[in-house]
């Protein structure tokens, strides 16, 4: 089986909903004219990390934004992912979410691991559970940006038979090699694909460094972006996963004993 991804890089306007859904709908367009079947959207990517407004941006599920994109997913018949505020029992939440083609919601995540550089854990309330789901193309799990330095998550998601992980971003400068490594890290070791789009432009405090990838379940890059806004697409053979797995038997290998 294959799958068709693109890869929205975008720049994002800080707590401008309307004017991010704008770009996302001319995303969505350019997607589905190249043939795509599934979107990767950054993290944040309706408001960006405008967090002293976070309670007033967020929305609950069933609303605002979340309708926007569960319409928009159906309208041009394309599953989208990302990653924006939430409204949980109260309390702000940084949630990825996945909608199919039909617009129907297929996952949600609230980040685990908030990142205290950028004050989440000041404004935003954690996740308490992981998300692994049944999609369309196969067995896929969530994360969010900073989850990237926790491989124990990602460990976790391919012993539950994950073959693609799809993880939006907002990192920043000077940390650009850290992403790409640890993208690519993360593969390998798990032996799966990772869908890593992280958005690009400046917000009060930073600047971020897109270079958005793809890497396969060998640990190649089969697409990466620059740092300015760009829609990539690059078409995921999903045998490889199997193969991989049965060639090298990583993950058949470890000692469970012992650790």
């Keep these: 089986m294959q799958l068709h991804v ?7 306007h800080l707590g401008a909903p309307s004017e991010n859904l704008a770009t996302v709908r001319q995303l969505a367009a350019g997607a589905v004219a190249q043939g795509a079947g599934l979107l990767v959207l950054p993290e944040l990517w309706s408001t960006g990390y405008d967090l002293t ?17 569960a319409n928009l997913a159906r309208t041009r018949q394309i599953a989208i992912a990302g ?3 939430a409204r949980r029992d109260g309390r702000p939440t ?3 979410t996945v909608y199919g083609a039909d617009g129907t919601l297929l996952a949600s995540y609230d980040k ?3 990142f205290g550089l950028m004050s989440e854990d000041h404004y935003l309330a954690p996740g308490d559970k992981r998300t692994l789901f049944d999609a369309p193309w ?4 969530l994360a969010i940006c900073y989850d990237l330095r926790f491989p124990e998550l990602f460990r976790t998601y391919a012993l539950q038979g994950a073959g693609i992980i799809i993880i939006p971003a907002e990192w920043p400068h000077p940390r650009l090699e850290h992403w790409r490594t640890l993208v690519r890290a993360r593969a390998i070791e798990n032996q799966c694909f990772m869908i890593a789009v992280n958005r690009v432009g400046r917000d009060r405090k930073n600047t971020f460094c897109g270079h958005s990838l793809v890497v396969d379940p060998w640990g190649e890059i089969l697409i990466e972006g620059g740092e300015e806004p760009e ?4 078409t995921l053979d999903l045998s490889l996963v199997e193969t991989v797995r049965s060639r ?3 993950l058949r290998d470890r000692r469970a004993d012992l650790y």
């Design 138 to 141: 196969g067995p896929c799990a």
């Design 94 to 96: 940084n949630t990825a």
């Design 53 to 69: 407004r976070a309670t007033e941006l967020a929305d609950a599920p069933d609303t605002g934004i979340y309708t926007e994109i």
């Design 248 to 250: 090298m038997g990583v």
């Design 112 to 114: 685990l691991h908030l």
């Design 6 to 12: 693109a890869l929205a890089q975008m720049d994002i």
């Design 83 to 85: 990653s924006t505020l």
């Design 231 to 234: 829609l990539l697409t690059v």
